[in-house]
């Protein structure tokens, strides 16, 4: 079945630091792949999606590149804030479900938290 | 633009009792919709999912149920709480015809005494 591994956190950085939080993924066929965030307390917010091999997603200053070779779609920001502190949700889509496969279920890495201190 | 909301947000419930969280989603017709659990410290489980109204698939054997009574409605029930039940509820949706991205509501946090 499709799997997602995270790297093991908590990551701890100080401000302006450079990021990268390692995801690598086991499917079959070709899913989208996606990071989520999800603050203390709130629900889950989409963060950037890429949807075929070599595709960068990004926002925020957050980039993440599609690696069919590899199996790989790793987090990555070039300064961070206070403000990123978080855990980091990888996750792939996978086709199933009632009609056919109009349904779309994720599959979810574990998490990483991450700690920005000033 | 679509929201969605969970309500209560914060449930404190003893053993044995009934259970239901609601879930809406505005501004989108006939979504599919989802409930999650993420337990303390660990990651996201599906628990059901929904492709319309009266249609409910099941991902893991447990006490609880899922029903939608109405297109943007998705509610959580159990009749009786266990321990185990305790933890972080998310609801998400996602539009339907092969669009793969679920956006999620704020959560529900329920401990179970």
């Known amino acids: 079945g499709n799997s997602v591994t995270q790297m093991e956190g908590p990551v701890t950085l100080s401000e302006e630091a450079f990021l990268t939080i390692n995801c690598t993924y086991t499917?079959?066929?070709?899913?989208?792949l996606f990071w989520y965030v999800q603050y203390p307390g709130e629900g889950l917010q989409l963060l950037l999606k890429a949807t075929k091999a070599d595709d960068k997603g990004s926002n925020k200053g957050f980039e993440a590149t599609y690696r069919k070779e590899t199996t790989s779609f790793h987090l990555e920001k070039g300064s961070v804030q206070v403000s990123d502190s978080a855990v980091y949700f990888c996750a792939l889509s996978d086709k199933g479900g009632i009609r056919g496969g109009s349904n779309y279920k994720l599959t979810f890495g574990k998490g990483t938290l991450l700690t920005v201190n000033p | 633009s679509q929201t969605i909301h969970q309500w209560p947000a914060t449930l404190v419930q003893p053993v044995g009792s009934p259970l239901s969280l609601e879930c809406t989603v505005e501004g989108t017709s006939n979504p599919n919709l989802y409930w999650y659990r993420q337990a303390a410290g660990r990651g996201l489980q599906l628990l059901f999912y929904?492709?319309?109204?009266?249609?409910i698939s099941s991902e893991v054997p447990q006490n609880l149920s899922a029903s939608r009574p109405q297109d943007r409605q998705f509610i959580l029930s159990s009749k009786k709480l266990l321990l185990s039940d305790s933890g972080f509820y998310l609801c998400?949706?996602?539009?339907?015809?092969?669009?793969?991205?679920?956006?999620f509501g704020p959560g529900t946090r329920l401990t179970v005494l």
């Open positions: 998400a949706w996602s539009l339907g015809a092969g669009e793969d991205t679920q956006y």
């Open positions: 499917a079959t066929g070709y899913p989208s």
């Open positions: 929904s492709v319309g109204i009266g249609q």
